[in-house]
């Protein structure tokens, strides 16, 4: 079965400097793999996924994240925070080949940014 | 497009009465989630409809979880006899699913369970 940890439960940055979250995975093969942003009171959005492609993803809102099988790592990265980046961030690995459609989330990492 | 709507957006419910959450995905999805998001927590899995397969119940809590999907479309959440710990929100996510590649999930805004 595959997992996903996020390494860090809360990140707090400056407004206008870089963003790292950080996801690494467990799978016994190549997982499809997506990250998920969810705002105060909205519901959750996708931000990008990888699918065995390019192995660097950009998403929407200037984020992208790079795909490391050696590392077993997605992490979420923006070279410039917005105050309108605060928000909950997921990683998700799939079951895909094997449970094509089996999700599974990680706890989340909480993004602050400060002005 | 319509998106995936859920009913109710809010609901209070006295412990050990039974609730119902409705879930309408978007048309021609065939994949059909319910996670539960508890205060401050991540998303926990509770069930997955794949169109007529048999569905996927290895997240229900307990036996007083239930869900069913009627006609490949509208999704019903049933909890009987609440307790408190069943607050939270509840969330239902679409995709078109079949197999291939893993395709995203599209999320509605959720029910709030509050049990008193």
């Known amino acids: 079965a595959q997992s996903v940890t996020q390494l860090d439960s809360h990140v707090s940055v400056s407004e206008g400097t870089p963003v790292l979250l950080r996801c690494n995975y467990s799978?016994?093969?190549?997982?499809?793999l997506f990250w998920y942003v969810q705002h105060p009171n909205k519901g959750l959005q996708l931000l990008l996924k990888?699918?065995?492609?390019?192995?660097l993803v950009k998403g929407i809102n200037g984020f992208e994240a790079e795909f490391k099988k050696s590392e077993t790592s997605f992490h979420l990265t923006k070279p410039s925070a917005h105050m309108s980046d605060a928000a909950e961030y997921f990683c998700?690995?799939?079951?895909?080949?094997?449970?094509?459609?089996?999700?599974?989330f990680g706890a989340g990492t909480r993004l602050t940014v400060k002005p | 497009g319509a998106g995936v709507s859920q009913s109710p957006s809010n609901k209070v419910t006295e412990k050990g009465k039974d609730v119902e959450l409705r879930c309408d995905p978007i048309?021609?999805?065939?994949?059909l989630y319910w996670y539960r998001q508890s205060l401050g927590q991540g998303l926990e899995f509770l069930i997955y409809?794949?169109?007529?397969?048999?569905?996927?119940k290895s997240g229900l809590p307990s036996d007083r979880f239930s869900a069913e999907r009627t006609g490949g479309s509208v999704s019903t959440l049933t909890i009987q006899r609440t307790q408190q710990e069943d607050s939270a929100v509840y969330l239902c996510?679409?995709?078109?699913?079949?197999?291939?590649?893993?395709?995203?999930?599209?999320f509605g805004p959720g029910t709030r369970l509050t049990v008193t």
């Open positions: 996510a679409s995709s078109l699913g079949g197999t291939g590649v893993s395709y995203e999930q599209y």
């Open positions: 799978s016994s093969y190549s997982p499809s």
């Open positions: 990888y699918t065995s492609a390019a192995t």
């Open positions: 998700v690995v799939s079951g895909w080949p094997y449970n094509n459609n089996d999700m599974r």
């Open positions: 048309s021609g999805h065939t994949a």
């Open positions: 409809f794949q169109g007529n397969s048999a569905p996927d």
